[in-house]
């Protein structure tokens, strides 16, 4: 009787948490005012999170809102605020028929064929993963996955020396 | 269906949902909300692919991170990007940007 209720408990957080990101990615697609958009990007990420909690990969839930909602979202509010894409300014007007329509064929195309392919062939899959220590996940990065990390921190340091010179390409020539 | 499957609707869904925005929005910063939408249901997708198969699970985690990481650096160098063209063209609009040079 009890498991049948933390069942239920867990499909209610599943759909929840789907909805919540329905919701979101709908607001920050079409919502005019950039600054309302980049907040449905947040409601959608958390989203995420959540189904990554259900999932049992608490730490990388834990990662996506700390790099998403915390570093990414504010990075995309800066850009927001320092170009001059004001609320109510680039985005406003009136949009032509045309473009909503080409841009629902490019979205209707992948959904119809990755979504077949997701329905009529899935692999056998479980219903309850389990969980992995965050221990075996370090290890696995420093044993078997160490080229891709340093990889992926010499990335971030060439992203970050990138950004940086831009931004005094253009001071140096004012 | 099982739960696998929804999840992978869900990415779908986001994948879609991010190629339509990068079709509709007029400023670069849309387009780039919409990159992160797509982004994320790629973690989602690799993620969901991992935990709920046979697959080793630590496989899946690490995609995941690697995906945040890219997103990451992307969204710095992006802001940087943005922070130019606003300065040399004035605006941010998408069909407005038509030449490369200076």
Redesign the interface.
């Known amino acids: 009787m009890e498991n049948l209720e933390y069942e239920r408990l867990a499909w209610a957080l599943?759909y929840g948490h789907?909805a919540i990101?329905?919701i979101g990615?709908?607001i920050?697609?079409?919502s005019q005012n950039?600054v309302r958009?980049?907040v449905g990007?947040i409601m959608?990420?958390f989203g995420?999170a959540g189904?990554?909690f259900l999932?049992?990969?608490p730490?990388?839930a834990l990662?996506?809102i700390l790099?998403?909602v915390g570093?990414?979202s504010v990075?995309?509010f800066?850009?927001?605020m320092?170009?001059?894409?004001w609320p109510g300014g680039?985005?406003s007007g009136t949009?032509s028929v045309r473009?909503?329509i080409?841009?629902?064929l490019?979205?209707?195309a992948?959904?119809i064929f990755?979504?077949m392919a997701?329905?009529l062939k899935?692999?056998?899959?479980?219903?309850i993963?389990?969980e992995?220590e965050v221990g075996?996940?370090g290890r696995?990065?420093l044993e078997d996955?160490i080229l891709?990390f340093e990889l992926?921190s010499l990335?971030?340091t060439?992203?970050?020396a990138?950004?940086?010179v831009?931004?005094f390409?253009?001071r140096r020539k004012k | 269906?099982?739960?696998?499957?929804?999840?992978?609707?869900?990415a779908?869904?986001?994948?879609?949902?991010?190629?339509?925005?990068i079709?509709?929005?007029?400023?670069?910063?849309?387009i780039?909300?919409?990159i992160?939408?797509i982004l994320?249901g790629a973690?989602?997708s690799i993620?969901?692919s991992a935990?709920?198969?046979?697959a080793p699970?630590?496989l899946?985690?690490?995609g995941?991170?690697?995906v945040?990481?890219?997103?990451?650096?992307?969204?710095?160098?992006?802001?940087?990007?943005?922070?130019?063209?606003?300065?040399?063209f004035?605006?941010?609009?998408a069909g407005k940007l038509i030449t490369m040079r200076g």
């Not at chain 1, 320092?82 to 894409?85: C, M, Y």
């Not at chain 1, 899935?122 to 219903?127: A, Q």
């Open positions: 599943l789907i990101i329905v990615g709908f920050t697609v079409l950039l958009a980049l990007l959608t990420l995420v189904l990554f999932m049992a990969a730490f990388i990662m996506q790099i998403y570093a990414v990075l995309i800066f850009a927001i320092l170009t001059s894409a680039d985005e949009i473009k909503i080409f841009a629902g490019a979205a209707i992948p959904a990755l979504g997701a329905i899935p692999p056998p899959s479980f219903l993963p389990d992995i075996i996940l696995f990065f996955f891709p992926i990335l971030l060439v992203a970050m990138g950004a940086v831009l931004a390409e253009m | 269906m099982s739960v696998m499957t929804i999840y992978h609707l869900v779908i869904f986001l994948l879609c949902i991010g190629i339509f925005g079709a509709y929005r007029r400023t670069l910063i849309g780039v909300l919409s992160e939408l994320n973690g989602l993620m969901a935990q709920l198969t046979p699970n630590e899946g985690q690490v995941t991170l690697l945040m990481g890219i997103a990451a650096a992307e969204a710095t160098l992006l802001l940087a990007i943005f922070l130019v063209v606003s300065r040399r004035k605006n941010v609009e």
